[in-house]
């Protein structure tokens, strides 16, 4: 028989003396509480106690009543907080509208807004509804009813109380925590906006992978996005579950029995939680159907992608476990008809058995013992998958392989055939030619050039390999008593002019013959500059005003200075008092609204920087570490910046360290140096990534048609991806499985001496012929010798002129043919005894010896190799090209000059092979490098006239200096003697 009504009502009706009939201890207050009761209990027994003590004080209970004037003043610094905050949010805000105005990208800035926040508020929405509905239905579902007391003496019958509707502030505090955890998900989420707009903008790679013949921009595009999904649903069904079980404890719909074993669930309250365990466990089954399409990045057999496990026996397995996990979600939901727990957790317990057993144990004991003894025959096929997409993916699939003879025959009429090679091989390196830039160009300390670049160009109708370098103005090297407002922000306002020279000429002393040099840039060729002032460069400063009532400082001119005032778009117009308000708060400079040097015409430029202007325009694309600076056809100046398209989820492909695996060049970004503008121009239209972001962004990128042509023609191909290219190819110019799998013909990286270190090899630009080509042409070079030898094997180059753009092609050198290596040309160089002697001489003699890079020189079916050698004083910071060492087969020289050295291997006849190779050297001294008159004739009285009796007495005498034997200058002049003659004997 069952009672109801309100604590303690039916126990006074049905019995009067409700003590007869309570059990021991089964009274209304030793009841278990719920946590709920419990708190509300503790705070009402504080509050008393605090009311209890104020009467029995005789006091009333006091009220904290803030003053009315405090009120207000609480009020007014709130309302001024708030307004402030907005206002810096507001400029902010504004003053990248007005940016992106500028450059002409609004459209990318606001998709950039609205698409998180929209991909952020359908998240919140769908997380809060889920989640604090089925909160809600807890609260709605919990029961209401609690047993108050059991008779003894009539078995059966219960009294039962109705528990009172929970206080509205639970159902508050709910609410506020659910939006809570909805915004930290919608915030988490926001972030995927750009996967979201590429999945609906995809374009085909034309890469079908083999195993489940989808092509890559499934793997790239859509398999993020089921992966984005399921996580974030299942994340919501686990928050969800846990804290619908905790309401359901709060309220005491879950308890245990007297008996303190299991729980006790009322039946809606079993089916709710099973119906959201049901749902988890689905999400499991799509993940681990999702896993089978993730096989194609495992890194359990000999390369990356699926192997023969994976395809053979994880891929079923993983169905397997998606099929028994779906199971256990349909026995979570028929377990709601019957009771207890027992099928779900032999359901679940079955699912982690399938999963640890056959999901890891099995395949590893496959992987183990059937696939690792034949291996080469059981992954031969997957192997060949791996070369083929990591080839693709790298754009190594075009590559053009070519046998090298290297027959080391090389005459003075094939020198004097490649002439363009040999005119072009660059003997200045951008390192200490930019010592030497800086110290005979900067022309003030307030100018400053970052970087040396190399080029090419039409110079008086010769194709000639350039070296520039920008000369930017940088204001940290003002002076102290200059760095006032008005200088920084309305006088050095901008760079002026570029500085070039060839790259194998010198002048004087071993300095650089310019093409460019000076303030205004002066040439004597056909090269100018026409409007060299860059306010836009690789250094700039937060803001510059320009267009105002003061002149700006223009260039420098003998004892007085030229001042200028800007003609060009760039920057963004100041009119108006809210506008320099607004940038006033973004800059936090208060003399930017009270300058009266503004005019209607005034602009401000900022973010001045090119990587900070590309950046801020497009940041989910990858820049190149070394834009360089280009003069036009018409003299003015634009920086061009190579721009990449990446990603680590191409299926199959070899990652790099950087978990990148698919890589392309197919934009180039160019950004005028006068006005500002920023134009993208995609070059490569079979770029799938490239092509996606241009359908997300119409504005974006240019067709490479509409790129000018005399930008084409500065069109270079990256070091960066370039240097990325060359150590994949190291392993995958294999394509043969089993050479692949015994790496039998593994190259490496070579290494040079480079400022007397041991670096790696960098590729480098050079003009020359291409084997069976007709003309020169500029392209990036890049050895190989085998792994673990030094000799030389082959080399890489990549194409830029014309429609050869991006086409690579690699030399292999014959497998029965020894050509030196790097190192082992620099070995040679270090152990010639002369040419260490002289070097130690000059290192002795007040000046540092710096070794420039080592370059292979491909002329013909043969390789030289051409190192220039530079002397800096300990006086004189400026770096001078001294000598340039020359390697042909056994015979390495050092002479003055590239003409000299070739002459001196090659002469007029084939140089012999009999003879132990020669050095020739000059005359050293501490700061200067003169060459003695040459004579055939004699030698100096009192020496030896051999030449093997001269080197025997140039090491002695080389020993006693190092040993101190004797007076040190004596022993130098007598070396430098001996060295003369041997130079005059060897001539």
């Not at 040999?422 to 390196?429: A, S």
């Not at 070097?839 to 043969?862: C, F, H, K, M, Y």
């Amino acid at each position: 028989m069952m009672l109801f009504g309100y604590p303690g009502e039916q126990e006074r009706r049905t019995h009067p003396n409700t003590e007869d009939i309570r059990p021991p201890g089964d009274t209304m207050t030793e009841m278990p509480k719920t946590p709920a009761d419990i708190l509300l209990e503790n705070l009402r027994k504080w509050r008393e106690g605090h009311t209890t003590d104020a009467k029995e004080a005789g006091e009333e209970p006091r009220r904290r009543n803030i003053p009315r004037r405090t009120k207000i003043v609480l009020w007014i610094l709130a309302i001024i907080i708030a307004v402030v905050i907005l206002a810096f949010i507001l400029s902010s805000f504004w003053s990248e509208i007005l940016w992106f105005d500028e450059v002409g990208y609004r459209g990318i800035f606001l998709t950039r807004i609205w698409a998180p926040l929209a991909l952020g508020v359908v998240a919140g929405i769908v997380f809060f509804a889920v989640f604090y509905l089925n909160l809600r239905l807890a609260r709605r579902l919990s029961p209401r009813l609690r047993v108050a007391a059991r008779n003894q003496d009539d078995e059966g019958t219960e009294i039962l109380e109705l528990i009172p509707t929970p206080d509205r502030s639970v159902n508050r505090i709910l609410l506020i925590g659910s939006m809570v955890v909805a915004l930290f998900f919608a915030v988490g989420t926001a972030g995927g906006w750009q996967e979201i707009l590429l999945f609906f903008n995809r374009v085909d790679f034309g890469y079908t992978d083999p195993i489940f013949n989808r092509d890559a921009s499934f793997y790239v595009y859509v398999l993020p996005i089921l992966r984005r999904l399921l996580g974030f649903f299942s994340s919501l069904l686990i928050v969800t579950l846990i804290a619908t079980t905790s309401v359901y404890v709060f309220d005491r719909a879950i308890t245990r029995p007297a008996t303190g074993r299991g729980f006790i669930l009322a039946p809606h309250v079993k089916a709710h939680l099973s119906l959201l365990a049901a749902l988890i466990l689905v999400g499991k089954a799509v993940e681990f159907f999702i896993q089978r399409w993730e096989l194609l990045y495992s890194t359990r057999g000999v390369t990356f992608g699926a192997g023969y496990t994976d395809a053979t026996v994880q891929l079923p397995v993983l169905g397997v476990l998606a099929a028994v996990a779906l199971i256990s979600a349909v026995i979570f939901l028929v377990n709601i008809h019957y009771r207890g727990w027992k099928l779900p957790i032999v359901s679940v317990g079955l699912l982690v058995v399938v999963w640890v057993g056959a999901g890891a144990i099995y395949p590893a004991i496959i992987q183990q013992y059937r696939v690792s003894p034949n291996e080469i025959q059981m992954e031969t096929p997957y192997i060949v998958n791996n070369i083929e997409a990591t080839r693709f993916a790298f754009g190594l699939d075009n590559t053009i392989t070519k046998p090298f003879p290297a027959k080391q025959q090389l005459t003075l009429e094939d020198i004097e055939n490649n002439k363009a090679t040999i005119d072009n091989i660059r003997l200045w390196d951008p390192r200490p030619l930019l010592d030497t830039y800086s110290q005979l160009q900067e022309i003030r300390l307030y100018y400053r050039f970052k970087d040396v670049d190399v080029d090419r160009y039409h110079v008086d109708d010769n194709y000639r390999q350039v070296m520039l370098a920008a000369r930017e103005l940088d204001q940290s090297d003002l002076q102290a008593q200059a760095k006032t407002w008005v200088n920084e922000r309305i006088t050095y306002t901008h760079g002026y002019g570029v500085v070039a020279c060839a790259v194998n000429e010198v002048r004087g002393e071993g300095l650089p013959a310019f093409l460019i040099e000076d303030i205004p840039p002066q040439t004597k060729t056909d090269l100018s500059v026409t409007r060299p002032e860059i306010y836009y460069g690789e250094i700039g400063n937060e803001f510059v005003l320009v267009k105002t009532t003061a002149l700006e400082f223009d260039y420098p001119s003998g004892n007085e200075n030229v001042f200028t005032t800007y003609e060009g778009e760039g920057g963004v117009p100041i009119t108006g008092f809210f506008k320099q308000l607004a940038f006033t708060i973004k800059f936090r400079d208060l003399k930017l609204l009270f300058s009266e040097y503004l005019t209607p015409e005034t602009r401000i430029m900022y973010k001045r920087t090119i990587r900070e202007r590309v950046q801020a325009i497009a940041p989910f694309l990858q820049y190149d570490r070394d834009p360089y600076i280009v003069i036009r056809d018409d003299g003015s100046l634009v920086w061009i910046m190579d721009v990449y398209t990446t990603t680590g989820r191409f299926p199959y492909a070899q990652p790099t360290g950087q978990d990148l695996n698919y890589i392309r060049n197919s934009i180039k970004v160019v950004i005028d140096a006068y006005h500002g503008d920023v134009t993208f121009y995609q070059i490569d239209p079979d770029d799938a990534m490239a092509t996606a972001w241009s359908n997300v962004f119409p504005e974006l990128l240019r067709p490479g048609s509409e790129l000018p042509d005399d930008l084409r023609q500065h069109l270079r191909y990256p070091e960066d991806m370039f240097s990325i290219q060359a150590d994949k190819m190291t392993v995958y110019h294999m394509q043969d499985p089993q050479t692949f799998y015994n790496k039998e013909d593994v190259w490496q990286i070579p290494e040079e001496i480079y400022f007397n270190e041991e670096v790696r090899v960098e590729p480098y630009y050079i003009i020359m012929g291409l084997p069976g080509e007709r003309e020169e042409e500029f392209i990036l070079l890049q050895p190989f010798t085998p792994l673990e030898r030094k000799n030389m094997i082959a080399w890489m180059c990549g194409r830029m002129d014309g429609d050869n753009y991006g086409q690579i092609v690699i030399f292999d050198f014959p497998k029965d043919t020894l050509i030196f290596g790097p190192s082992q040309v620099e070995a040679r160089i270090t152990n010639d005894t002369e040419i260490s002697a002289q070097i130690t001489l000059w290192s002795q003699a007040g000046s540092r010896v710096i070794r420039g890079n080592l370059l292979v020189i491909p002329v013909e079916d043969s390789v030289m190799y051409v190192e220039p050698l530079f002397l800096q004083a300990e006086q004189s910071p400026i770096p001078e090209l001294r000598r340039v060492i020359v390697n042909y087969g056994d015979e390495v020289v050092m002479e003055p000059t590239l003409a000299d050295g070739l002459k001196r291997i090659f002469g007029s006849s084939p140089p012999s092979t009999t003879e132990p190779p020669s050095t020739t050297t000059t005359e050293p001294t501490e700061t200067t490098i003169t060459t003695a008159p040459p004579t055939t004739t004699s030698t100096t009285a009192g020496l030896p006239a051999d030449a093997a009796e001269l080197i025997a007495r140039a090491e002695e005498l080389y020993q006693q200096i190092l040993t101190n034997q004797g007076e040190t200058q004596q022993l130098i002049n007598e070396l430098g003697r001996v060295l003369d003659d041997l130079a005059r004997i060897r001539q």
